[in-house]
């Protein structure tokens, strides 16, 4: 039967976030990682931010990789819920794709601080980021998914998931300038990667009323 700990007791003060500790310490490090840098941050500095004693991170993180880990999963599984949630509506193909883009612009620019250009970490090629790249891959098969039953042609159908999801995740570029987005963006995006795959005008005119009504109905 495996053991439970309490951990080590605050530093200073209640849980920030009022979640408790874990989400104290992701907190404190979405905020290190995306303004001082993944390098810069120690681990000894995420828990001071969290307001915790460095030997209480360690009793939820074993080092700083693993902060980083949950903080990435943490963007993909929700989209990856998402997805699911989709892939299972009776809805029509073009309208299903347009509140996954919708979905996942919302949630990629949701939080104080923009996680998802960790992605963009050449850490995370490291082997024991393999977990996010894995969720992250089942996300673009989704797109693939999506795509093809959209009906577009064979050849278009790699070209086409890439470019949708490229536009989806551009989002994270536009927080690094300071734009923050809005959901009329989103659906400005969903819009976009609708015409990318040419789909006809009167298609993706369909695909945007249903979408949104599908996006309204996500749990």
Known sequence: M???????PRASGSSPTGQGTRADVLAAAAELFCTRGY?????????EAAGIRQASLYHHFARKQDVLLALLLGTVQ???????ELLAADEDAAARLWAL????VRLLA????????LYLLPEVSDEHFLPFRERRSELETT??????????PPDR????????????ENVILQRKRGVEPTDLL???IADAALRVLDLAPEVRARAAVDGARLVTSLR
């Open 78 to 84: 929700p989209s990856l819920d998402v997805a699911a």
């Open 143 to 152: 797109y693939r998914t999506l795509v093809t039953a959209c009906a577009v």
């Open 39 to 47: 390098a810069s941050a120690s681990t000894h500095a995420i828990a």
């Open 101 to 104: 883009c919708v979905a996942d």
């Open 186 to 188: 989103a659906a400005e």
């Open 157 to 168: 159908i790699e070209i086409g998931s890439t470019l949708v999801l490229a536009l989806v």
């Open 2 to 8: 495996a053991s439970t700990r309490t951990g080590r």
């Open 110 to 117: 949701a939080g104080p601080h923009n996680v998802g250009a």
